[in-house]
């Protein structure tokens, strides 16, 4: 049985720092497009980072602020957060699938973290 454990999430202040984790587990993801979403409440779930081999992608607004990596090793990826502003508040959710050309097939999903960012 496939999961991926989130943690990482918390309360911090703007223009501070947090580290997200996802740890998979039931299967190997080392091929495996691995990511990050987030939903802000009464809006819709937004891409914020994504990695697949030694390529990695982000939403404009992560750009510079926020790195994705994973640890093959550990089935684990991160996102590292920096800068954080009220806006990246959201519960951010971890996400694994296969990706063929602009298609991500997102298999699995993670149960999501909370994030709090105050001013």
């Known amino acids: 049985q496939v999961q991926l454990e989130e943690s990482g999430g918390g309360l911090v202040q703007a223009g501070g720092s947090l580290r997200l984790s996802c740890a998979a587990s039931?299967?190997?993801?080392?091929?495996?497009?691995m990511g990050w979403f987030r939903q802000a409440p009464g809006k819709e779930r937004e891409f914020v980072a994504a990695v697949s081999g030694g390529s990695t992608s982000y939403t404009d607004s992560a750009k510079g602020r926020f790195t994705i990596s994973k640890d093959n090793a550990k089935n684990t990826v991160y996102l590292q957060m920096n800068n954080l502003k009220p806006e990246d508040t959201a519960v951010y959710y971890c996400t694994v699938g296969r990706e063929y050309g602009s298609l991500w097939t997102h298999d699995y999903w993670g149960q999501g973290t909370q994030v709090t960012v105050s001013s």
């Open positions: 039931g299967r190997t993801f080392s091929s495996y497009k």
